[in-house]
């Protein structure tokens, strides 16, 4: 069983930062990629940030990048995700999620957290 918990979310004003992390209880947390997702209210679910196993490949959605940086450390099995230059349409609940294969899509998901929430106020 596959557990991951996010944590880190919050109020943070416009420019502001945050750091999201999400920890995984599983075994061989290196052999999964890593995957954000955020979904704001009344919309759906979207990709943010990908991480290869080993952390050297990662893949961002246009909105986030330059902005965002997402790293994992395979010795805490722990993700990480920087966002930096935080703007009000950031505001939504992050997940992580765990991923046999490299994609952006919600389908190819195999595990999923319960998310955190980021407020960006303007």
């Known amino acids: 069983q596959v557990q991951l918990v996010e944590s880190g979310g919050g109020l943070v004003q416009a420019g502001g930062s945050l750091r999201l992390s999400c920890a995984a209880s599983?075994?061989?947390?290196?052999?999964?990629?890593m995957n954000w997702f955020r979904q704001a209210p009344g919309k759906e679910r979207e990709f943010v940030a990908r991480?290869?196993?080993?952390?050297?490949?990662?893949s961002y959605a246009d909105s986030v990048k330059g902005r965002f940086t997402i790293s994992r450390d395979n010795d805490k099995n722990t993700v990480y995700l920087q966002m930096n230059s935080l703007k009000p349409e950031d505001t939504a609940v992050y997940y992580c999620?765990?991923?046999?294969?490299?994609?952006?899509?919600?389908?190819?998901?195999?595990?999923w957290g319960k998310g955190t929430l980021v407020t960006v106020s303007s």
């Open positions: 999620a765990v991923s046999n294969g490299w994609s952006p899509l919600t389908i190819d998901m195999n595990y």
């Open positions: 599983v075994r061989s947390f290196s052999s999964y990629n």
């Open positions: 991480i290869s196993r080993s952390g050297a490949t990662t």
